[in-house]
């Protein structure tokens, strides 16, 4: 794929993406409690902004020591950015939105859309999951969907945003399996596919094997395994 950015899963949700200009950007950074997370990989220093799908554990991850250490901007759903301002995350680093909100940064810009699954932290309200649809000026769309099952808004998405790749749940359990991980590469028609949420813990058994055979039978969408830590981009 013709691209100026760079990719790379982390394992389980995680991932780093740099934009053409060199800005660092980390989605859901779990990563030190990772049993996945290469160790080099564990504690990033040069990170510009994180963003966030939703609340939970394994997506909130080491957000708050990453942005402590760093200076990064966090970008969250509302109700989840009050949480982490009161878990110590500075005011200034804070950047809230809500679904179908946009918010541009230097050379790329973040939409939060709808994904289908529960949001808490720290035993509190998160507000709603969400997506991420990441838009690179002048080069692709990255779209993450975060932890969700199938669901018929995935179409419309796929129509607005025309996203070139994307990061798809398969692990079961807690998010869709392999099958409905393929239909929905069906509903978006994207160029690249990743799956992503399998193989961190016992439960999550959906094999990407499966997840790229069944995308294979539905639709074109080329599917994509990385190892954790590799660059796919």
Not at 25 to 37: Q, V
Not at 102 to 124: C, K, Q
Request: glycine share 10%.
């Amino acid at each position: 794929m013709d691209t100026k950015i760079k990719a790379w899963w982390l394992g389980h949700s995680a991932y780093r993406l740099e934009s053409p200009s060199g800005k660092v950007i980390y989605i859901d950074p779990f990563l030190s409690g990772n049993p996945k997370t290469p160790e080099d990989q564990k504690s990033p220093e040069d990170v510009d902004y994180i963003l966030l799908t939703h609340g939970h554990e394994d997506h909130v991850g080491d957000t708050l020591e990453i942005a402590k250490k760093t200076g990064c901007k966090v970008v969250a759903q509302v109700e989840l950015s009050h949480l982490l301002k009161k878990h110590g995350l500075n005011e200034d680093q804070r950047v809230e939105f809500n679904k179908g909100g946009t918010i541009h940064f230097d050379d790329f810009s973040v939409t939060l859309v709808s994904a289908n699954h529960s949001s808490s932290f720290g035993g509190e309200y998160a507000g709603e999951a969400g997506g991420i649809v990441v838009s690179f000026e002048d080069d692709i769309c990255f779209y993450h969907l975060g932890d969700t099952n199938i669901f018929s808004d995935l179409e419309l998405y796929g129509e607005l945003y025309e996203p070139h790749v994307i990061a798809v749940p398969i692990g079961d359990y807690y998010t869709m399996g392999p099958q409905e991980a393929a239909m929905c590469c069906e509903m978006i028609r994207a160029k690249m596919a990743v799956p992503m949420h399998y193989g961190t813990f016992p439960v999550l058994t959906g094999s990407p094997e499966d997840f790229k055979k069944f995308t294979g039978e539905y639709c074109e969408t080329d599917v994509v395994i990385p190892e954790p830590g590799e660059q796919f981009l």
